[in-house]
């Protein structure tokens, strides 16, 4: 299975732009999934409902949607994207799944992050998990999170025991640690993890500055980094990755990642 993720710097409120960048840099690539980072169509450091409003669309019918729908069909893939969701007179930091032939599955951030909270409403999606197949590709299962979910293991856990084999992370990260951390998100559920992180900084109309850390990566379910980007530049990158591997939960042969779970010695 052809697998990925496309690492930029979305521009500021300028949903359109965003979708040419996408549009761009695919045209010419072959994939069954690709993950583009968090808020994609909007950009990320907020300073008024005004700025989230401007950039926001609803689901399914926003023109962001419809031009990831076009990638999906166009390539028979799953397309994974953040994008700054609309929904009545609510906004979400929201994460889509299109899959051709399917309705749109939408996963709202559970974890938010800093001033996120200010313009951002509590997700009411739990994390789910969901099967895609097209030619090459047969009944793979696709989880998303989003960025600061990487910081609480049950976010990867939850995924991973519904049944994940990929965990797609459109991602926005300024903290230094998730790349690293995200290699023990995956050995510890054997799966792979897909984070499509962004470059650049963003400013706000206050002036205050976030600095984005690029560094996007794909890591298998023993935990090895099979690709990790650089900090600045855009990037595709498309592995070729065997999904079955995250089937897997042996670490060897006494001990299984899943059926050794005590729970119930866990804090609950
Ligand atoms: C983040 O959750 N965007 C750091």
Redesign the pocket.
């Known amino acids: 299975m052809k697998a990925g993720y496309f690492q930029f710097k979305p521009a500021f409120c300028k949903p359109e732009k965003n979708i040419e960048k996408i549009n761009t840099a695919l045209k010419d690539k072959d994939f069954d999934l690709i993950v583009l980072p968090?808020l994609a169509n909007s950009g990320?450091f907020f300073s008024s409902f005004d700025e989230v409003e401007s950039a926001s669309e609803e689901i399914p019918s926003g023109k962001f949607c419809k031009a990831l729908r076009v990638i999906s069909d166009e390539k028979n893939c799953a397309v994974i994207a953040g994008i700054c969701e609309k929904a009545g007179d609510k906004y979400y930091n929201s994460s889509v799944l299109i899959m051709p032939g399917k309705d749109i599955i939408t996963y709202r951030?559970i974890?938010?992050?800093?001033e996120?909270k200010k313009w951002f409403a509590e997700s009411d999606t739990p994390f789910s998990v969901h099967s895609f197949s097209n030619k090459r590709v047969n009944d793979v299962k696709i989880g998303m999170m989003?960025?600061?979910?990487w910081i609480f293991p049950e976010s990867a856990r939850t995924l991973a025991l519904k049944g994940a084999q990929i965990i797609c992370h459109p991602?926005?990260?300024?903290?230094p640690y998730c790349q690293d951390a995200m290699v023990t998100r995956a050995l510890e559920n054997r799966v792979f993890t897909i984070t499509a992180n962004r470059t650049g900084i963003d400013t706000n109309r206050e002036g205050k500055e976030l600095s984005f850390t690029g560094m996007s990566e794909i890591v298998n379910p023993k935990g090895k980094i099979l690709h990790r980007g650089t900090i600045e530049d855009d990037e595709v990158v498309i592995l070729d990755i065997n999904p079955e591997e995250a089937l897997d939960k042996n670490v060897n042969s006494f001990n299984n990642a899943f059926t050794d779970r005590k729970e119930e010695f866990y804090f609950k």
């Open positions: 968090e990320y951030k974890h938010l992050f800093y996120e989003i960025c600061f979910d991602s926005n990260l300024v903290l």
